[in-house]
């Protein structure tokens, strides 16, 4: 009943007030120093401060943030933008959390994560979480820094990763601090290090750097981010990042090769140190008898293609289009074959008149796992250098997958990561006859098995992360450490 009413409340101070008016009424609550500036934030101060004094007040600030969109619209109702509603659209780079120094903290390395949410989170926050998990083998401090204003709340989410293989325990294993409301500073040591993750998280990182006196941060790169948009200020703010001062650490080769090959923010030119590592793949491979036994026996085969019409550089549309071409052309008979999406959004294609594809429910990674094993043939495209994950998970798992080639994301490249991977120009002919070509391999069960059994990308995250890649992170940890203390030494 108290969570109902919580929401409702939640609701309608939403539909009341703008979130300028509540955000500045909040921080009221708490600082009586701050002005308010109209007659409608002083009532919603009035409604927040009768909430704090019932005890009500952190939940419908909770329920508040869960119903917010992490970015806003493309315009605001009233077509008035003003500072927040700007900061806002921009990732907030330009209204970042405050940074102290204090001398009490011992040195730390602050790995900046972005917002995220159990219901939508992706294999790029694996790769975060983990590698902050292995940054405690430099021996240094590892704290999870949560600077995006999102719901976040610590009991819920240590449930909630207890089915992320590998992560069950992140949030008892490392320090958490999490300052999206911005009320309180960042406060670092003299000798922290920042690890940024995603690009707008580079501008922290910076500005982190800027309190301490470092020149480099460690910068996670998992994608050409700058790809994310279209020409627009998002896309110049991001690419503006790779001309930062930082080492960086790349989530695959062919995304490394992007970044030399391309002199990506002077990384070639400018000398800097970079290396990568290969993102551990969530594969589910049967021992073989049962295997075969299951992929003999069933009545229909699946095709399954990654649905996330949300995200643009999945390319939906050709993704979409090509099933259909490859059903209508007679390549899928649809009494032989299921075809599913799963992903982000529901993205259903027609995939003949009266046939459509079925989406799977957005699945935790215990139960993504154990789904993998069950396809046939997987299409998965990406407008990327990056190679993608579901491409490896599913290769890995025995199923038969064709994805498109981009940039320094070859066909020999993606072909030595596994024979069960057929690369495909991005062309609807192409992505076609590549799926006509997967349902030929898709038949021979020994040999998928083989080369899922061979591939040549980690299985866990021991193989992915290394002791070459532990010398890199502790090399530029204590060399950021030493310039810090040879900074002090010479004003002494």
């Given at each position: 009943?108290?969570?109902?009413?919580?929401?409702?409340?939640?609701?309608?101070?939403?539909?009341?007030?703008?979130?300028?008016?509540?955000?500045?009424?909040?921080?009221?609550?708490?600082?009586?120093?701050?002005?308010?500036?109209?007659?409608?934030?002083?009532?919603?101060?009035?409604?927040?401060?009768?909430?704090?004094?019932?005890?009500?007040?952190?939940?419908?600030?909770?329920?508040?943030?869960?119903?917010?969109?992490?970015?806003?619209?493309?315009?605001?109702?009233?077509?008035?933008?003003?500072?927040?509603?700007?900061?806002?659209?921009?990732?907030?780079?330009?209204?970042?959390?405050?940074?102290?120094?204090?001398?009490?903290?011992?040195?730390?390395?602050?790995?900046?994560?972005?917002?995220?949410?159990?219901?939508?989170?992706?294999?790029?926050?694996?790769?975060?979480?983990?590698?902050?998990?292995?940054?405690?083998?430099?021996?240094?401090?590892?704290?999870?820094?949560?600077?995006?204003?999102?719901?976040?709340?610590?009991?819920?989410?240590?449930?909630?990763?207890?089915?992320?293989?590998?992560?069950?325990?992140?949030?008892?294993?490392?320090?958490?601090?999490?300052?999206?409301?911005?009320?309180?500073?960042?406060?670092?040591?003299?000798?922290?290090?920042?690890?940024?993750?995603?690009?707008?998280?580079?501008?922290?990182?910076?500005?982190?750097?800027?309190a301490i006196g470092k020149d480099?941060?460690?910068?996670?790169?998992?994608?050409?981010?700058?790809?994310?948009?279209?020409?627009?200020?998002?896309?110049?703010?991001?690419?503006?990042?790779?001309?930062?001062?930082?080492?960086?650490?790349?989530?695959?080769?062919?995304?490394?090769?992007?970044?030399?090959?391309?002199?990506?923010?002077?990384?070639?030119?400018?000398?800097?140190?970079?290396?990568?590592?290969?993102?551990?793949?969530?594969?589910n491979l049967l021992p073989k008898?049962?295997?075969?036994?299951?992929?003999?026996?069933?009545?229909?085969?699946?095709?399954?293609?990654?649905?996330?019409?949300?995200?643009?550089?999945?390319?939906?549309?050709?993704?979409?289009?090509?099933?259909?071409?490859?059903?209508?052309?007679?390549?899928?008979?649809?009494?032989?074959?299921?075809?599913?999406?799963?992903?982000?959004?529901?993205?259903?294609?027609?995939?003949?008149?009266?046939?459509?594809?079925?989406?799977?429910?957005?699945?935790?990674?215990?139960?993504?796992?154990?789904?993998v094993a069950s396809f046939d043939?997987?299409?998965?495209?990406?407008?990327?250098?990056?190679?993608?994950?579901?491409?490896?998970?599913?290769?890995?798992?025995?199923?038969?997958?064709?994805?498109?080639?981009?940039?320094?994301?070859?066909?020999?490249?993606?072909?030595?990561?596994?024979?069960?991977?057929?690369?495909?120009?991005?062309?609807?002919?192409?992505?076609?006859?590549?799926?006509?070509?997967?349902?030929?391999?898709?038949?021979?069960?020994?040999?998928?098995?083989?080369?899922?059994?061979?591939?040549?990308?980690?299985?866990?995250?021991?193989?992915?992360?290394?002791?070459?890649?532990?010398?890199?992170?502790?090399?530029?940890?204590?060399?950021?450490?030493?310039?810090?203390?040879?900074?002090?030494?010479?004003?002494?």
């Amino acid at each position: 009943m108290r969570r109902q009413v919580i929401a409702a409340l939640a609701g309608a101070g939403s539909m009341l007030f703008g979130h300028q008016e509540l955000k500045q009424s909040y921080h009221k609550v708490f600082d009586p120093n701050i002005k308010l500036q109209s007659y409608k934030s002083r009532l919603a101060y009035l409604c927040l401060f009768a909430a704090h004094r019932l005890g009500l007040l952190a939940d419908l600030q909770s329920s508040y943030l869960a119903g917010l969109p992490l970015i806003p619209a493309i315009a605001p109702p009233n077509h008035v933008y003003d500072r927040d509603f700007l900061n806002l659209r921009l990732n907030r780079v330009y209204d970042l959390p405050d940074v102290e120094i204090d001398k009490r903290r011992p040195q730390t390395i602050n790995v900046l994560v972005p917002a995220f949410d159990f219901k939508s989170i992706s294999a790029g926050f694996f790769g975060v979480f983990q590698m902050a998990l292995f940054l405690r083998k430099t021996g240094v401090n590892v704290r999870l820094v949560l600077f995006d204003n999102f719901y976040f709340n610590l009991p819920e989410f240590k449930e909630k990763v207890l089915k992320y293989p590998g992560m069950e325990r992140i949030f008892d294993e490392l320090e958490v601090e999490y300052i999206g409301e911005r009320r309180e500073p960042l406060r670092v040591s003299e000798y922290d290090s920042a690890v940024a993750t995603v690009w707008y998280s580079a501008y922290f990182a910076q500005k982190i750097n800027l309190a301490i006196g470092k020149d480099k941060f460690i910068y996670l790169i998992q994608d050409y981010e700058a790809l994310f948009y279209p020409a627009n200020s998002l896309h110049a703010i991001a690419d503006r990042t790779y001309e930062m001062n930082y080492h960086a650490i790349f989530s695959s080769e062919s995304l490394m090769r992007f970044f030399v090959e391309n002199d990506v923010g002077g990384i070639k030119s400018r000398n800097m140190s970079y290396t990568f590592f290969n993102n551990a793949c969530s594969a589910n491979l049967l021992p073989k008898e049962i295997f075969i036994h299951r992929n003999r026996s069933k009545e229909k085969k699946k095709i399954v293609f990654y649905s996330r019409p949300v995200v643009d550089r999945n390319m939906f549309e050709l993704t979409a289009l090509a099933l259909s071409t490859a059903f209508r052309s007679g390549i899928f008979d649809p009494d032989e074959w299921d075809c599913v999406g799963m992903g982000l959004g529901e993205g259903v294609v027609e995939l003949l008149p009266g046939v459509r594809s079925v989406s799977l429910p957005r699945m935790d990674l215990t139960t993504y796992i154990e789904e993998v094993a069950s396809f046939d043939i997987c299409l998965t495209l990406m407008a990327s250098p990056h190679p993608s994950m579901i491409p490896m998970d599913l290769a890995a798992s025995g199923c038969v997958v064709v994805t498109n080639t981009f940039k320094t994301k070859t066909e020999s490249y993606l072909q030595s990561l596994s024979g069960n991977i057929i690369p495909a120009a991005p062309g609807l002919g192409e992505i076609v006859a590549a799926l006509e070509l997967a349902k030929f391999k898709s038949l021979d069960l020994e040999e998928r098995y083989r080369l899922a059994k061979t591939m040549r990308y980690p299985r866990n995250w021991d193989q992915s992360l290394t002791s070459r890649h532990l010398n890199f992170l502790k090399r530029h940890v204590r060399a950021m450490a030493s310039e810090k203390l040879a900074g002090e030494r010479k004003t002494a």
